[in-house]
């Protein structure tokens, strides 16, 4: 099959080529891929930046998003069957979805939004989910909460805005003078233009804040909680309790320790909670999700898509962090 793939680290490396047919085991999900997103955690990967804590066997086919349909099941597998139209976050041990066919574990696995094409299904999964589990199952937003969501234009972002705007939250986000009233338009309250404004010094008495972004923007996060508030990262630093979750290294396990205790003292002397987030494949949560799109609480926002040819050339345009939504590649 063909497959975008690396075999060795660093920005430029990865192109097109040839591999063997993925191995089915008896709960995989054999799936012929139609669409897959593009991510700034395949760029990261790339680069070699998580090796660490995700240690991948190369050569390694990138991805982490995917729309499609089941060609064949394992001998246990029960929820799905060849035909289904399927979208999925793969778990990230066994990433891989720039390619032709991938096997994916049938518990990270969802029906596709009947009302979305492949391209639009395949922009959902990893950013989706991410917003999910910060605003839902660690922050546990609810009903005239104040939350801040950081980058609301990007893919995390515009997801984010329009779940916690369903949640019933009072919703702000920053973003640039040219997308001010398009984020307004997915649900945002309040818009600071991080070009003419600093955020910390308008807003005051959030309960949430989510991060996507730097130290810098991390650490003014703190100033425009109230007692009590949640900061979430997923663009960290990481903390100790995500190398015990991941079952790292003693010395992996201090370095994040480390890594993380600048952040939390300060959050700790403010009297608020710093939590990093690292999100994981979760079918069940992807089902809900996929119940408030074909319900229309929640859209995709699709940047541009790109031909499966031109995987590079999209990794590219990620890097540089100016896509509104998500970049899709295009692959049957």
Request: proline residues 5%.
């Amino acid at each position: 099959m063909k497959a975008f793939f690396i075999d060795r680290y660093g920005k430029h490396n990865g192109a097109i080529g040839e591999l063997p047919e993925p191995a089915v085991g008896v709960h995989d999900v054999l799936i012929q891929v139609h669409a897959a997103s593009v991510n700034p955690l395949d760029a990261k990967i790339r680069t070699g930046e998580f090796k660490r804590v995700l240690p991948y066997t190369l050569p390694l086919v990138l991805g982490n998003d995917l729309a499609g349909v089941v060609v064949g099941i394992g001998s246990a597998v029960t929820r799905f069957k060849p035909g289904d139209a399927v979208y999925a976050r793969p778990p990230e041990a066994r990433i891989g979805t720039f390619a032709q066919r991938i096997a994916v574990n049938e518990n990270a696995l969802a029906l596709k939004p009947a009302n979305l094409s492949m391209a639009e299904a395949a922009s959902l999964p990893l950013a989706a989910l991410t917003a999910w589990q910060a605003l839902v199952e660690i922050a546990r937003v609810k009903q005239g909460q104040k939350v801040l969501i950081h980058a609301g234009s990007g893919g995390v972002g515009t997801l984010a805005i329009q779940l916690a705007k369903h949640l019933g939250a009072v919703v702000a986000t920053t973003t640039s003078t040219a997308n001010i009233e398009w984020v307004k338009a997915l649900g945002a309250d309040v818009v600071i233009d991080y070009t003419q404004q600093d955020f910390a010094d308008v807003l005051h008495g959030y309960d949430v804040v989510l991060n996507s972004l730097g130290a810098n923007v991390l650490e003014k996060s703190l100033k425009v909680l109230k007692p009590g508030g949640q900061l979430i990262s997923i663009s960290g630093p990481p903390t100790l309790q995500f190398a015990q979750a991941r079952g790292l290294s003693w010395p992996l396990k201090q370095v994040m320790r480390l890594l993380s205790r600048r952040i939390r003292s300060k959050a700790r002397k403010q009297g608020v909670h710093y939590d990093f987030l690292f999100m994981r494949a979760e079918g069940t949560q992807l089902r809900k999700i996929t119940r408030l799109v074909e319900a229309g609480v929640i859209r995709p926002v699709v940047d541009r898509a790109f031909p499966f040819e031109s995987t590079a050339e999209a990794l590219t345009y990620v890097e540089q962090g100016r896509a509104k939504g998500k970049v899709t590649l295009i692959i049957q």
